[in-house]
């Protein structure tokens, strides 16, 4: 009795198992004809966005670029001018920064010249990143008696970063500058004494206009 039960459970349940199986290798079969076709048709589709892409691809644009700015208080003025040409992201420039001060019975006057590479982000709202390196100065100290020193032997660097938004074929900007210096061999023709450097950074706020063809 046990026998012929337990032969019955057995072919029932072992002719379920076999119609799962059969079923599930023909669903999975069926499953992976779909994956493979749909595969297929996003191929296509992303070869087609592709060239869309590269249908619409940006001209490089090229930017003139003019900004400066000024900062004024009782004892000092710093002020600051920048002008550049981008294409295709690349910038080359040359920035102008003039100073003056009276500090501690010391009156300085100074100007140098750096030179500006910078890369734009980003088209009609643009952020420009560039970096600055000095290239040339003068600076003249006048001592509480009269000793004059002067000095044209200038090394520094700097950062700055610039934003953009186009109206038509002008640009409104607005920018920040740092740039840090150091003058040394300060030499005076009125006493045998000698400065060794004078050392000085500087951060600067700078709005401007563009074009942009």
């Excluded at 060239?51 to 004892?75: A, C, M, V, W």
Aim: charged content about 20%; aromatic content about 16%.
């Amino acid at each position: 009795m046990n026998v012929s039960f337990n032969k019955r459970f057995f072919l029932r349940y072992g002719f379920v198992l076999l119609t799962v199986f059969i079923l599930s290798d023909s669903f999975s079969l069926v499953l992976a004809k779909s994956i493979y076709k749909f595969k297929g048709k996003r191929t296509n589709i992303s070869r087609d966005n592709t060239e869309d892409h590269q249908n619409i691809k940006l001209t490089p644009k090229i930017r003139f670029r003019y900004l400066s700015g000024t900062y004024t208080s009782n004892s000092q003025e710093a002020t600051r001018s920048n002008s550049s040409i981008i294409w295709n992201g690349w910038g080359i420039g040359q920035s102008v920064f003039k100073y003056k001060a009276s500090i501690s019975g010391y009156t300085i006057d100074l100007e140098n010249t750096s030179i500006d590479l910078s890369y734009t982000f980003g088209d009609e709202y643009t952020l420009t990143l560039g970096s600055s390196a000095v290239s040339s100065g003068k600076l003249t100290i006048i001592s509480s008696d009269s000793d004059i020193y002067n000095s044209s032997n200038v090394e520094g660097y700097g950062y700055f970063g610039i934003l953009g938004i186009e109206y038509g074929i002008f640009e409104i900007l607005l920018g920040y500058q740092n740039i840090r210096y150091t003058f040394i061999e300060l030499e005076s023709e009125s006493t045998s004494t000698n400065l060794r450097r004078f050392r000085d950074s500087r951060s600067q706020y700078v709005t401007g206009i563009g074009l942009v063809f």
